[in-house]
């Protein structure tokens, strides 16, 4: 069956760290993979996009990379600050239009 | 103003109650999806349509009915509400744009709570 794993455990860095976020999938072929952060009691808010064909992408203190062979994806933040606590969630969507979601990874930067 | 809007934005309601959330955007998106999030876990897709004649069940539709009045307007019916539906519902809209990031638009959320 098709499933999504992401970081299980809470992740606690201190400040100024990189946060590496990791999102494995099994018996999936995504078109593309998103990531999305979410604040407790919110709705997720998109942040990035990566398409099968791309092996890496960059926007500001965030990367994301993308393996389809080993089936996995890594989110990094630079330079992490406390701001960046919140609940990183990876989605994997198809070109059918729908999105299949991981359950989260918390991080919590510490001052 | 939001572009996503969901009401109620909190619920609590009796077992076998039938009870309606509501989702409105102003996005002018032709796709719409409803989704569940317990404590820890993921989002779960329950319904989704891609317009207005379009309607599909996720992966957890058991106990729901949805229905697509318009464009801007996606509801979410549980018929006879029951504790294990207990959870924090989110609406999303996305656009078709094949070169661009697909990404999904989501409400606040409405946190539904069965007794």
């Known amino acids: 069956s098709q499933k999504i794993e992401q970081n299980s455990e809470a992740l606690n860095i201190q400040e100024g760290k990189t946060a590496t976020l990791t999102c494995n999938y099994t018996n999936y072929s995504p078109a593309y993979l998103q990531w999305y952060r979410q604040d407790p009691g919110r709705g997720p808010v998109f942040l990035l996009l990566?398409?099968?064909?791309?092996k890496e992408k960059r926007k500001e203190r965030l990367k994301v990379t993308f393996d389809t062979t080993l089936k996995q994806s890594l989110f990094h933040i630079t330079a992490s600050q406390p701001a960046d606590s919140a609940t990183y969630l990876c989605a994997l969507r198809t070109n059918a239009g729908k999105s299949t979601f991981g359950d989260g990874t918390t991080l919590t930067v510490k001052p | 103003d939001a572009d996503v809007t969901q009401t109620p934005r909190n619920r609590i309601t009796k077992t076998g109650k039938r009870i309606m959330l509501e989702c409105s955007q102003t996005?002018?998106?032709?796709?719409m999806y409803w989704y569940r999030q317990d404590p820890g876990l993921g989002l779960r897709l329950i319904y989704y349509s891609f317009d207005v004649k379009d309607i599909n069940k996720g992966e957890i539709s058991d106990g729901y009915s949805v229905s697509r009045q318009a464009q801007a307007k996606f509801s979410l019916s549980l018929e006879s509400a029951i504790p294990n539906q207990t959870a924090l519902y989110f609406c999303?809209?996305?656009?078709?744009?094949?070169?661009?990031?697909?990404?999904?638009?989501f409400g606040p959320g409405t946190r539904l709570t069965v007794l």
């Open positions: 999303a809209t996305s656009d078709l744009t094949l070169a661009g990031t697909n990404e999904q638009f």
């Open positions: 990566i398409r099968e064909n791309e």
């Open positions: 996005k002018g998106h032709d796709r």
